[in-house]
């Protein structure tokens, strides 16, 4: 099988990456940060690296007619290149609310929108597995853009799948909590992150890219939540917003006391 995956420099992206090539898969791996690819992946065969800035369509729609006059097919698309700017709304920088919906949403929705009509050209079967976060349920204060963002991945990813299904292509949302990443790190001690701190706990890289390879990529799912814990505590927030915001403080409390936690490093 033939996985793509943006964000593959790093964090969850290059995990996914080592783990997909432990299973017997090769990977086209992508990334804007060419040195970072070439430093990462240049010894493994199994591994295509191709720059790539997710925020351009034109270099989404060369790439996918490059490999299809290569006569390469991907099978799996994994939008997995994301940032994050937190900031509290009065408070919020316009430069990064442009990167943040340039790199989240229309990357996601470029990327995905190129991997469908090569798989519709090439007329297979394919899966397109959309990086969200929990956030896609909570809008979480403080970091307000990156939940809209993360909002507007998931809405994407379930309308897209209603547009693909019939044709047989997949389109699945994994939606994890914090992630011991840079993307973390950056995050603590902030007052804004104080909600992303109060999680039952963070999830490691891998725990990420095993879900993805396994139970998606196996059973390809509209959509998948984890740890399971707080992916209850996600709907509910969901299904009841002004519950949700009632207990913010609460919680922000416990996001504080969080930021110098074991189960956040």
Known sequence: ??????????????????????SGHSVIAADMNAEGLAKRWENQSAVRCETLDVRDNDQWQALFQR???EHVKVDVLINGAGVLR?????????????LTLDV??????????AAAAHML????RGHVINIGSLASLCPVPGNAVYATSKFAVRGFSIAAAGDLRRHGIAVS???????????????????????????????????????VLGPVLKKQPLEYFL???DKFLGRLSNAMPTFFLRMTRRAMERGRKNFESESFR
Do not use: H
């Open 104 to 113: 989240n949403v229309k990357g996601v929705i470029f990327g995905t929108n």
């Open 227 to 229: 740890p399971w814990q």
């Open 67 to 69: 490999l299809a006059s």
């Open 86 to 98: 937190s900031g509290r709304t009065g408070e919020l920088d316009s430069n990064d609310i442009n």
């Open 121 to 124: 050209s090439s007329g297979y």
């Open 173 to 211: 949302l994994v939606g994890p909590g914090p992630v011991k990443t840079a993307m973390l790190e950056q995050q603590r001690g902030d007052e804004n992150s104080a909600l992303t701190f109060a999680s039952s706990r963070a999830l490691t890289p891998e725990e990420v890219a095993q879900a």
């Open 1 to 22: 099988m033939l996985i793509m995956v943006t964000g593959a420099a790093c964090g969850i992206g290059a995990c996914i990456i080592e783990q997909a090539i432990q």
